[in-house]
């Protein structure tokens, strides 16, 4: 089992006791974002998570190029 894999199992557990709780998907998403970020702050300078962030906000549109090969 890869990473992605492993995280996705977590993820989809935590849906489901969150969903059984009444707790919205949204509200999930912004605490896995949080924990995200505080990892991330563990080992990584803050402009580089920031520059991670951006990265991911920029290719948010999977219909869109990605955004370094855009012209």
């Known amino acids: ?22 707790i919205d998907r949204d509200v999930v998403a912004r605490c896995l974002l ?3 970020i505080r990892l991330f702050r563990e080992g990584r300078p ?12 920029d290719n948010l549109d999977e219909d869109e190029p990605l955004a370094f090969m855009r012209p």
């Open 46 to 57: 803050i402009d580089d998570i920031v520059a991670e962030l951006n990265a991911a906000a």
């Open 34 to 36: 949080s924990e995200a």
């Open 1 to 22: 089992m890869g990473t992605h894999e492993l995280v996705a199992r977590h993820v989809a557990a935590a849906l489901a006791e969150a969903q059984g709780r009444g």
